[in-house]
């Protein structure tokens, strides 16, 4: 098997949150308004350091899309999916392009996202830290 080259991005990136490899630039997001199982999650035009899984057709909200799971180069994570086709013709400008999963990157400020299920509310132990 071949090395893999990993491409280091400059500017406000968004990054593996276990790894830290270089995925994607915010100057790259098509739109923030996607969902996934994890939380929000990020169309992009283009990533880098993935590798792409097998396609497969998945019923979305949105519709049946033909899709395949990107997974970090560096510590092979899923880190979201690739749109290889969308089955209306409403949807086509997905085609190509990638979703990262908010909740699987760290943010340009290093943050990481957490789903609003995973936030410990008031009346919780949490409070008394």
Not at 44 to 49: C, D, E, G, I, L
Request: charged share 25%; net charge negative; aromatic share 10%.
């Amino acid at each position: 098997m071949g090395r893999l080259y990993v491409i280091t991005l400059e500017g406000n990136l968004y990054s593996c949150k276990y790894c830290k490899t270089h995925f994607a630039l915010s100057d790259d997001i098509i739109s923030k308004s996607f969902q996934s199982k994890n939380g929000r999650a990020y169309l992009f035009n283009k990533v880098v350091n993935v590798t792409v899984g097998e396609k497969e057709d998945r019923i979305m909200i949105t519709g049946v899309h033909t899709v395949a799971d990107i997974f970090c180069t560096g510590c092979g994570s899923i880190v979201g999916w690739k749109y290889e086709a969308a089955h209306e013709e409403s949807q086509k400008y997905k085609e190509g392009k990638v979703i990262l999963e908010r909740f699987m990157v760290l943010g340009p400020d290093g943050s990481q996202y957490i789903p609003e299920s995973h936030i410990v509310g008031p009346g919780s132990d949490a409070d008394d830290i």
